[in-house]
């Protein structure tokens, strides 16, 4: 009998546009920051606020919409347990006695090995998986080296509580 393991996936967005972006976030924090058109505003004012607000939503709708356009996605797949201690050991050294992780190299490392594909506008797309990694912020490289952690380290089999509910006569 031949078995295969189906290693796990996930989906990470990672915006090129990361000017958009910050204005898109400085967007939504001026709407919600807004005071609502209450009953202690006089009718001028009221209709200030609510002129505000739809210009405010308007260019968060732009800066949305550009966001979006400027997003790859990337599709990472868990690697064997092998390919991974291999990437970890490349990445980890001692200095002074004490482990050392060079992150970026591991992401460096990690990336291209477990890069399924990437989607640009819809398409699936070829990409330098090293050069991107070389190019990311570091809140960017901390989410994908989250990811990758994640879907290396993955459950093994089913927690207790879950196991539990499955077996309740509820389930």
């Known amino acids: 009998m031949n078995i295969t393991i189906s290693r796990p996936t ?3 967005d990672v915006c090129t546009d990361l000017d958009a972006l910050r204005q898109a976030i400085l967007t939504a924090d001026e709407i919600n920051n807004l005071p609502p058109a209450a009953n202690g505003m006089t009718e ?3 209709a200030q606020t609510v002129r505000k607000r739809d ?3 308007a260019r968060l709708n732009e800066l949305g919409a550009k966001v979006r356009e400027s997003s790859l996605t990337l599709t990472l797949r868990g690697l064997n347990s092998s390919q991974w201690n291999q990437i970890v050991a490349a990445s980890t050294k001692s200095v002074d ?3 050392v992780k060079d992150f970026q190299q591991l992401l460096t490392l990690a ?3 477990m890069l399924d594909h990437a989607t640009w506008r819809g398409e699936t797309t070829d ?3 090293e050069r991107l990694a070389d190019e990311l912020s570091d809140s960017q490289t901390m989410q994908l080296l989250e990811t990758i952690q994640q879907l290396n380290t993955p459950a093994t089999s089913l927690p207790k509580a879950v196991s ?3 077996n309740s006569p509820t389930a």
């Open 111 to 113: 990336l291209p090995r």
């Open 10 to 12: 996930a989906d990470v």
């Open 55 to 57: 210009e405010l939503t």
């Open 127 to 129: 990409i330098d998986a």
């Open 97 to 99: 006695g004490k482990i």
């Open 44 to 46: 001028a004012e009221a």
């Open 164 to 166: 539990e509910l499955l």
